[in-house]
């Protein structure tokens, strides 16, 4: 049975998104339907495609009463919308189907596992959120919530744990076909931690242990964790609030961090050996992985960050995109990211250029575009006499520039939307420490309209941001202060 709710937000999408052109989105993005998109959720391969649910509010360009909307793709690239399948319709949920994901039951069911909120009045008329984990069963397009909602609540929480702070379950199934699930949570001074449950059949949890706690290192609560196995190490990735910068490391504000270390399944302890960011730019957050079907992890983040939503005005119809769906794998103990190998499919007309010297600003003939491929190799022109600056600079016309620089004599990298159409006070740069010796550095940046994904050094780091100049900005141009090589290659995105 569809609720009213369900129903209204499904008309509702349906209807306004006629309003809204191919050309005003991203190609190989997914964006919101209509209104608003934060987390990716439910991110699976159920029934021979793939399922990408999200946080939505169709009903305005704003955060609001949060849905779960519902895209599926064969190729992770291109993506159809389905309709909407959560609504906040329920006693357990009535004031929001937060974050989530999703596992395979062994009838082939597909479970849907999400943080039901409802608000609490408080003396003086405001509200706390009170946070617990519900469940819904479905065929990937209709989903039933489960009638013993909620299925986890404060009193499965760990001694000094916050019934406010307690969200976002990622599940999965162990070779035994019990499920696991970890789910973020902060102790009442809002200090981080991710907690493991367990459950023999998907409907029925328990507490497990504290998998991993912050102890005030990396910001405080602690949101969308996930946890797996990755070239024989394992990760959990989360996204902490209110950090505080680290060097080139960690910026201010809401960021994304990820742990390797060991686990030992049998206590369900995790033992930690690096920390790292996960995206270096501006406009990322919240990833979710997914396991394919030929034994790929596969990573795709929302592609904006909760202080920097105004660079988009609200008046537009839709905000909020996702990121390039990444390959993700570990390699000298660090976390590497790759576009899926699926964008290579898409690569129309190659332009080619060797050994071009850059002394001052130029452009290269047929280097432009919106939706683009493009892989750079950068060395000095003269070992001895070290170029001092390298740019590339995109998404240009008279007015605007995105850019992306780099300084080989304090191995920093840059991006630069300042000059990209924003009327805000927000952050528009970043910079990032990279791994660069003799003034050598490789990028790739993949442009799909209104974002670029800088994918440093074959994937040791990835510099996520977004922008929303007029397309007809489609300007390509290279810098050097000093003398710099460059190879380039760049492939048309169709
Ligand atoms: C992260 C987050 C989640 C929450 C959701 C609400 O961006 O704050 O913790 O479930 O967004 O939309």
Redesign the pocket.
């Known amino acids: 049975m569809i609720s009213q709710a369900l129903h209204k937000a499904r008309k509702y999408e349906e209807t306004m998104e006629a309003n809204i052109s191919a050309a005003e989105r991203p190609e190989f993005h997914l964006s919101a339907r209509v209104g608003w998109m934060?987390?990716p959720n439910g991110f699976s391969y159920y029934n021979g495609e793939y399922h990408l649910f999200y946080?939505y509010n169709p009903y305005d360009s704003v955060?609001g009463p949060?849905h779960w909307g519902h895209a599926v793709s064969k190729d992770l690239l291109h993506w159809n919308y389905l309709p909407a399948v959560l609504a906040p319709d329920s006693s357990f949920d009535k004031d929001?189907c937060?974050?989530g994901s999703s596992v395979e039951l062994p009838d082939g069911r597909q479970l849907l596992m999400y943080?039901g909120v409802v608000k609490l009045p408080q003396p003086g008329g405001s509200f706390k959120e009170i946070q617990t984990q519900c469940i819904a069963v479905g065929d990937g397009s209709n989903y039933e919530k489960y009638d013993a909602n909620p299925v986890l609540t404060e009193k499965d929480l760990p001694v000094g744990g916050s019934r406010y702070d307690f969200?976002?379950p990622k599940v999965w199934k162990e070779a035994d076909g019990t499920y696991r699930c970890v789910v973020?949570n902060c102790t009442t001074q809002r200090d981080g931690r991710i907690l493991l449950f367990k459950s023999t059949d998907g409907f029925h949890w328990e507490y497990n242990s504290i998998l991993a706690a912050n102890n005030g290192r990396f910001g405080k609560m602690w949101?969308?964790p996930d946890f797996f196995e990755l070239d024989g190490k394992h990760v959990l990735i989360t996204?902490p609030q209110d950090m505080m910068p680290k060097g080139f490391e960690y910026h201010n504000g809401n960021g994304t961090l990820c742990l390797i270390g060991s686990y030992d399944k049998e206590t369900g302890s995790f033992v930690e050996e690096t920390d790292q960011s996960i995206d270096y730019g501006i406009d990322f957050?919240?990833p979710q992985t997914i396991l394919t079907p030929d034994g790929r992890r596969i990573m795709i983040g929302?592609m904006q960050n909760?202080d920097t939503c105004n660079l988009r005005d609200p008046e537009q119809p839709w905000i909020g995109q996702m990121s390039l769906p990444r390959e993700i794998s570990i390699e000298n103990g660090r976390l590497i990211q790759r576009p899926v190998h699926e964008l290579e499919n898409m690569r129309g007309t190659e332009v080619r250029y060797e050994n071009v010297v850059i002394t001052d600003t130029i452009r290269l003939d047929g280097i432009h575009g919106r939706k683009i491929d493009m892989e750079i190799s950068i060395r000095p022109g003269d070992e001895k006499n070290m170029f001092r600056k390298f740019a590339v600079r995109f998404a240009q016309d008279d007015i605007y520039r995105t850019s992306v620089s780099f300084r080989p004599a304090e191995s920093i990298i840059k991006v630069d939307r300042k000059f990209s159409g924003s009327r805000r006070a927000i952050i528009h740069q970043r910079r990032s420490l990279v791994n660069s010796t003799d003034g050598k550095l490789k990028l790739r940046i993949i442009l799909d309209r209104f974002s670029a994904e800088i994918f440093v050094n074959d994937g040791e780091q990835v510099l996520t941001i977004t922008f929303y100049t007029d397309l007809s900005a489609d300007g390509i141009s290279f810098y050097a202060d000093g003398v710099a090589v460059i190879d380039v290659v760049k492939y048309d995105l169709i």
């Open positions: 934060n987390d946080q955060w949060m929001g937060f974050s943080t969200r976002d973020g949101e969308c996204s957050y919240a929302w909760w």
